[in-house]
């Protein structure tokens, strides 16, 4: 708590908006006139998801207000390495996503020639998301049969592939077809993905009146960290380590798709990555023997 990336997740989960930054004088050239042209602008920020502009609102308006009268254009590299010197990893690499996107955007409207952060070197974040194992995932399974709220939020984020927020808004009248239909609230790509059988039976099992599959106690949907929380009690009652996380199924799912043979491009078609540099990130945990086997196959077989 009390971390930016608490309060944006805070903001996020409650649906609270963030009332619009303050324009009222601001010196040409300075921090703060870059920052009102930043959030106006259609070309940059203003594309970007609600969430990531609310996160870059949440440094962006810290670094105003202390910075907000001086030039943007004396910004220096060895300022910027200063800054991220006093911040943990993660917040360093936000807080540099924040300045860059301002940065770059300044230059574009000449209010700069350089970007500072450009070349700045980041401090190493700490061990990457687990990938779900199968013996962990069948772990869970065991303890969790089908027909329990804990089996079908697993179901779901393994067999969709997506983030956290976009599985919680997941509903029947998002099923079309033999696939669900998702807008992806970080990126705001529309992905269409195929259901399995056995997810969609699942599905079809599970008669609620409300709008998302996923749903409270009170019957009302999750809030993102509150569901965190709960998913987190479903692992430790299977006996699992607290590295098993929902976006670890993201990654298991693509794991498993690339242990399928199934290419980069078919994957991000899933996922929703936008680079394929992204999706390799994800399938790092792929099977090295099957893999290798069914090149040789492959090799064999011409």
């Known amino acids: 708590m009390g971390t930016p990336e608490f309060e944006i997740a805070y903001r996020v989960a409650l649906q609270i908006e963030v009332p619009p930054p303050g324009a009222d004088q601001t010196v040409p050239g300075s921090v703060n006139a870059a920052i009102v042209s930043y959030y106006a602008s259609k070309a940059s920020f203003q594309t970007l998801a609600p969430a990531t502009q609310m996160l870059r609102r949440v440094y962006l308006e810290k670094f105003r207000e202390r910075y907000g009268k001086n030039s943007i254009a004396s910004m220096q590299p060895e300022f910027v390495a200063q800054m991220i010197d006093r911040m943990t990893p993660s917040s360093a690499h936000n807080w540099v996503k924040a300045i860059r996107g301002l940065m770059q955007h300044a230059i574009a409207i000449g209010l700069c ?16 998301i687990h990938t779900w194992t199968e013996e962990e995932i069948a772990q869970y399974q065991a303890c969790h049969p089908i027909g329990t709220k804990a089996r079908l939020a697993l179901e779901l984020a393994l067999g969709t592939a997506q983030r956290r927020n976009d599985i919680l808004r997941m509903g029947r009248q998002h099923i079309r077809n033999g696939a669900i239909f998702v807008r992806q609230s970080k990126t705001g790509a529309e992905l269409l993905i195929p259901i399995s059988e056995e997810l969609m039976a699942i599905l079809n099992a599970e008669q609620t009146p409300h709008l998302t599959f996923l749903i409270t106690g009170a019957g009302r949907p999750y809030r993102p960290t509150d569901f965190s929380d709960q998913f987190r009690q479903w692992c430790r009652e299977a006996g699992l380590p607290e590295g098993c996380t929902v976006h670890g199924l993201r990654k298991a799912a693509s794991r498993r798709m690339a242990e399928a043979g199934c290419t980069p491009h078919e994957i991000a078609a899933i996922t929703g990555h936008r680079t394929l540099k992204e999706v390799e990130c994800y399938t790092k945990a792929a099977d090295q023997a099957r893999l290798a086997r069914q090149a040789a196959a492959k090799v064999n077989e011409a």
């Open 113 to 128: 020639k350089t970007d500072p952060t450009q070349g700045v070197r980041l401090p190493k974040l700490a061990g990457s």
